[in-house]
């Protein structure tokens, strides 16, 4: 009995391992919008963090998150520690109300609400975390002088629209997925539970 349940955590920690590494790479296959700042990308790294959090807990989801931007913060971005800050806060705001939902209704619609809730939360939270702690940040890092009005312009014209649109962009693919993969997902959970 021991032993299986040593057994059943690990295997428990290489599946949210593999999921945070494909995380990563699904990370450094980003793209910009033409519309906002270069330096707002798109990317779909949150897919297997929401894969892992629906099929173990919201807590897994996170764990994946974190091993995307810890390995991230190892293989080059040590140079931008309060990017991947951010990027690791968006993820934790877009992913755990997913898997709170789903764990509490289970099934397409509390997904779909998951998703729209996370993509709610991650636009609003990152607005407000990027006015008030991540640009300063930037800007005394940089030593860059950075306004109110400059902060204001720079959330409400780039942080809150791509917020915004890569939880719809995310969402529209995740949804799909999920719907061809939820038996699996189901029997996975059950698996571990």
């Known amino acids: 009995m021991q032993s299986s349940r040593r057994s059943s955590k690990l295997v428990k920690l290489i599946i ?18 033409p519309f906002l ?19 173990f807990s919201p807590l897994a989801g996170v764990l994946v998150v974190a091993i995307k931007n810890v390995l991230y913060l190892v293989i080059g971005g040590a140079s931008d520690p309060i990017g991947v800050t951010a990027n690791f806060l968006a993820g934790v705001m ?13 099934g397409v619609k509390s997904v779909v609400s998951g998703l729209i809730t996370g993509t709610i939360i991650m636009a609003v939270g990152m607005s407000v975390l990027n006015y008030f702690i991540i640009l300063p940040a930037y800007s005394w890092l940089v030593g860059m ?4 009005q400059i902060k204001w312009v720079t ?6 629209p791509f917020n915004v649109i890569k939880g719809i962009v995310v969402g529209l693919l995740f949804v799909p997925l999920f719907i061809k993969m939820k038996s699996w997902i189901e029997e996975k959970r059950m698996k571990f539970v």
């Open 37 to 55: 700042p270069p330096y707002l990308k798109i990317d779909f790294s949150d897919v297997p963090a929401i894969m892992a959090a629906l099929i």
């Open 16 to 33: 949210l391992s593999l999921l945070g590494t494909i995380s990563l790479g699904l990370f450094f296959l980003n793209f910009p919008l």
């Open 155 to 160: 959330v409400t014209a780039g942080v809150l």
């Open 145 to 148: 002088e950075m306004n109110d």
């Open 94 to 106: 877009f992913t755990v109300p997913v898997a709170i939902l789903y764990h509490k209704y289970k």
